[in-house]
């Protein structure tokens, strides 16, 4: 039940940021309101001032160099007086955060301190704006954990965060930020990096605390899904300006402005590849005018990298000398072809040995057994010199471009130390080559003298791509590349990978757990499941005919991107997936398939699922 009067109330809110630039303009002189009970979505891509918005209403903006020029943020504390929060003392935002006005961060490894329990930094709260004695902060802690629907949280309680899975350490920041029952619930980003079974459990708490407990909800996102999900009311904003604003139902079905246009049609859609045989780039609007996409289909396609029997398995280290007592099967007797020209996606859960499978490629991670050929070269068998010539042709995109580019190092330099690395071309060669990687991925020339830091997460995304691109390889394993990225710019760097793909014919292992991406840029699908390959096709074969439960379990969960087909649902009940961990003398039965279709092959079960 919505209430008439507003608990948030932005008005003209100006941020501004001094940097050796200049004078930089976060957000522009916006204005929104949000109610009790309901859910306020703002979404915009990397850049558009999302975040910044919300750190403002925190007053944490100011640790990361910013100031509010200008405005009025008032907030309802519950005593019918609101307060503008732009004026506020230390002391009395230190009692509004975490206990008035919780946050869910976008990453929760940076959100939760690495040295501390889970049971420590839930009771910190409690203990100090609630007055609980550290007895009853811990039994109030192992409630909200139950209530997050964390299995077996007494052991959670005493676990650090590292010993939790992604999804798990995002249910204990969303714990932290409900511990107090806050009036306002910030959500920066909180599914970005999950799985789509983890991220629809999220989502339903999200809006089952929101009804239960009458709180508002400010969500932050570019998933344009996500929105239609979540939403009552959404806020579009682009470059610091709020440009739309309206119910959800009228954003989605008759929006007004181009940009919002341009944002919806930059969605990807599960189902809108049916009945066609090959990926075809996404139409993104430019000027008024849609590019008309032509389908990459390879004449002749042969194979560029075949995959057989590959098992890579981690020691696990017990006892006083440190003896292998157990072995992580991350991945189990995998095979396959990747054509050239052609992307080959690897799909599943966190957990399921996708991106091992991508590092075990490159040998990045030494695999146990299995061949790996390349382009007829055994790479299994390559001493480091020989290794280091190869990787030439077979780079990586990784998943988190913050940890994958050096901090102190100008972002141009970034870009050429690979082509250095190789002695590629003259000083000035290589800055015309780096100067059109920079526009390709649609990056100001004048970023070269950045440094990561000073870029948003998907500007750091594409000077990733960038670098992988520099030494113009024939093989792109792609681990999680696009996942966290704005729709539009999602949309702008899958039509690039496509594009080099038809331009350069090269080779993509496209590891996502984003279905409706992954239908959009495949020739062939892997599902993986506990290291395995469960389901193996083309495109068409894997998504238009799912032979396997765990790929119907993938596909039921993706989030539909149309206000009215809401999935948000208390019924979502994915179990976790079973422990990959298993004793020395364990010996791992073999993979066997049965084909459904010619090519479309389905594992027959030696693991017992679910």
Same mark, same amino acid.
């Given at each position: 039940?919505?209430?008439?009067?507003?608990? *948030?109330?932005?008005?003209?809110?100006?941020?501004?940021?001094?940097?050796?630039?200049?004078?930089?303009?976060?957000?522009n002189?916006?204005?929104?309101?949000?109610?009790p009970?309901?859910?306020?979505?703002v979404?915009?891509?990397?850049?558009?001032?999302k975040? *910044?918005?919300?750190l403002?209403?925190?007053?944490?903006?100011?640790f990361?160099?910013?100031e509010? =020029?200008?405005?009025?943020?008032?907030?309802?504390?519950?005593?019918?007086?609101p307060?503008d929060?732009?004026?506020?003392?230390s002391?009395?935002?230190?009692?509004?955060?975490?206990?008035? #006005?919780?946050?869910?961060?976008?990453?929760?490894?940076?959100?939760?301190?690495?040295?501390?329990?889970?049971?420590?930094?839930?009771?910190?709260?409690?203990?100090? @704006?609630?007055?609980?004695?550290? =007895?009853?902060?811990?039994?109030?802690?192992?409630?909200?954990?139950?209530?997050?629907?964390?299995p077996?949280p007494?052991? +959670?309680?005493?676990?650090?965060?590292? %010993?939790?899975?992604?999804?798990?350490?995002?249910?204990?920041?969303?714990?932290? =930020?409900?511990?107090?029952?806050?009036?306002?619930?910030?959500?920066?980003?909180?599914?970005?990096?999950?799985?789509?079974?983890?991220?629809?459990e999220?989502? =339903?708490?999200?809006?089952?605390?929101?009804?239960?407990?009458?709180?508002a909800?400010?969500?932050i996102? /570019?998933?344009?899904?996500? *929105?239609?999900?979540?939403?009552?009311?959404?806020?579009?904003?682009?470059?610091?300006?709020?440009?739309?604003?309206?119910?959800v139902a009228?954003?989605?079905?008759?929006?007004?402005?181009?940009?919002?246009?341009?944002?919806?049609?930059?969605?990807?859609?599960?189902?809108?590849m049916?009945?066609?045989?090959?990926? %075809?780039?996404?139409?993104?609007?430019?000027?008024?005018?849609?590019?008309?996409?032509?389908?990459?289909?390879?004449?002749?396609?042969?194979?560029l990298?075949t995959?057989?029997?590959?098992?890579?398995?981690?020691?696990?280290?017990g006892?006083?000398?440190?003896?292998?007592?157990?072995?992580? /099967?991350?991945?189990?007797?995998v095979s396959?072809?990747?054509?050239?020209?052609?992307?080959?996606?690897?799909?599943?859960?966190?957990?399921?040995?996708?991106?091992?499978a991508?590092? $075990?490629?490159?040998?990045l991670?030494?695999?146990?057994?299995?061949?790996?050929?390349?382009?007829?070269?055994?790479?299994?068998?390559?001493?480091?010199?020989?290794?280091?010539?190869?990787? +030439?042709?077979?780079?990586?995109?990784?998943?988190?471009p913050?940890? $994958?580019?050096?901090?102190?190092?100008?972002?141009?330099?970034?870009?050429?130390?690979?082509?250095?690395n190789?002695g590629i071309?003259?000083?000035?060669?290589?800055e015309?080559?780096?100067?059109a990687?920079?526009?390709r991925?649609?990056?100001?020339? @004048?970023?070269?003298?950045?440094?990561?830091?000073?870029?948003?997460?998907?500007?750091?995304?594409?000077i990733?791509?960038?670098?992988?691109?520099?030494?113009?390889?024939?093989?792109?394993?792609?681990?999680?590349?696009v $996942?966290?990225?704005?729709? $539009?710019?999602?949309?702008?760097?899958?039509?690039?990978?496509?594009?080099?793909?038809?331009?350069l014919? #090269?080779?993509?292992?496209?590891?996502? @757990?984003?279905?409706?991406?992954?239908?959009?840029?495949?020739?062939?699908?892997?599902?993986?499941?506990l290291?395995?390959?469960?389901?193996?096709g083309t495109?068409?074969?894997v998504?238009?005919?799912?032979q396997?439960?765990?790929?119907?379990?993938?596909?039921?969960?993706?989030?539909?991107?149309?206000?009215?087909?809401?999935?948000?649902?208390?019924?979502?009940?994915?179990?976790?997936?079973?422990?990959p961990?298993h004793? *020395?003398?364990?010996?791992?039965?073999?993979?066997?398939?049965?084909e459904?279709?010619?090519?479309?092959?389905?594992?027959?079960?030696?693991?017992? /699922?679910?």
């Open positions: 039940m919505l209430d008439g009067k507003p608990l *948030v109330s932005i008005n003209n809110l100006r941020v501004e940021f001094q940097t050796n630039d200049g004078v930089v303009v976060g957000v002189d916006i204005s929104f309101d949000i109610k009970g309901e859910c306020v979505c979404v915009g891509e990397s850049g558009s001032g975040s *910044v918005s919300s403002a209403l925190m007053r944490l903006v100011e990361g160099g910013g509010i =020029a200008g405005g009025k943020l008032m907030f309802d504390r519950g005593d019918g007086a307060i929060i732009a004026k506020q003392g002391a009395t935002m230190r009692d509004i955060r975490g206990n008035q #006005i919780g946050m869910i961060f976008q990453e929760p490894m940076t959100a939760l301190n690495p040295v501390f329990t889970v049971g420590d930094q839930l009771a910190e709260g409690l203990i100090v @704006h609630r007055g609980l004695s550290r =007895a009853q902060a811990r039994a109030r802690a192992l409630d909200i954990l139950r209530e997050v629907r964390i077996e007494e052991r +959670r309680l005493d676990q650090y965060p590292h %010993e939790l899975s992604g999804g798990m350490r995002q249910r204990v920041v969303i714990a932290m =930020a409900m511990a107090c029952e806050p009036r306002l619930l910030i959500c920066d980003e909180p599914t970005t990096a999950l799985d789509v079974t983890i991220q629809a999220i989502l =339903a708490l999200i809006d089952r605390l929101k009804r239960d407990n009458n709180m909800v400010l969500f996102t /570019h998933d344009m899904a996500v *929105v239609a999900q979540m939403a009552d009311r959404v806020v579009v904003m682009f470059r610091g300006n709020k440009v739309e604003e309206g119910p009228q954003i989605f079905e008759n929006p007004r402005q181009d940009y919002t246009k341009m944002l919806l049609a930059a969605v990807p859609r599960l189902g809108e049916t009945g066609k045989p090959a990926p %075809e780039r996404m139409r993104l609007m430019r000027d008024g005018t849609a590019a008309t996409p032509a389908p990459i289909i390879v004449a002749d396609p042969r194979p990298l995959v057989e029997n590959l098992t890579t398995r981690f020691a696990v280290k006892g006083i000398l440190r003896r292998t007592v157990a072995y992580v /099967h991350a991945v189990e007797d396959f072809t990747i054509n050239g020209g052609e992307t080959l996606s690897l799909v599943g859960e966190s957990g399921s040995g996708k991106s091992t991508g590092r $075990s490629i490159l040998r991670v030494e695999p146990e057994s299995g061949r790996i050929d390349l382009n007829g070269t055994d790479v299994r068998a390559l001493g480091s010199g020989a290794l280091r010539r190869a990787r +030439r042709d077979m780079q990586m995109i990784f998943q988190d913050f940890a $994958s580019l050096d901090p102190h190092m100008k972002l141009f330099d970034q870009v050429a130390e690979p082509m250095r190789f071309g003259t000083r000035s060669e290589r015309d080559r780096i100067a990687l920079f526009d991925v649609e990056l100001p020339r @004048h970023f070269m003298r950045r440094y990561p830091h000073e870029m948003s997460g998907g500007q750091r995304q594409r990733a791509i960038a670098r992988a691109l520099a030494l113009n390889p024939k093989l792109i394993i792609a681990d999680e590349a $996942s966290a990225l704005d729709v $539009s710019v999602q949309a702008q760097v899958l039509n690039l990978l496509m594009e080099l793909q038809q331009d014919g #090269i080779s993509m292992l496209f590891i996502s @757990h984003d279905m409706a991406v992954v239908e959009r840029v495949s020739h062939h699908v892997a599902v993986m499941y290291g395995r390959i469960v389901e193996i495109r068409q074969q998504f238009e005919n799912p396997h439960s765990y790929t119907r379990q993938l596909m039921s969960a993706v989030p539909v991107a149309d206000p009215r087909q809401k999935k948000i649902s208390e019924d979502l009940n994915f179990r976790p997936i079973p422990s961990i004793p *020395v003398d364990y010996v791992a039965p073999k993979s066997v398939y049965r459904a279709a010619p090519g479309h092959k389905v594992l027959v079960e030696p693991v017992t /699922h679910g």
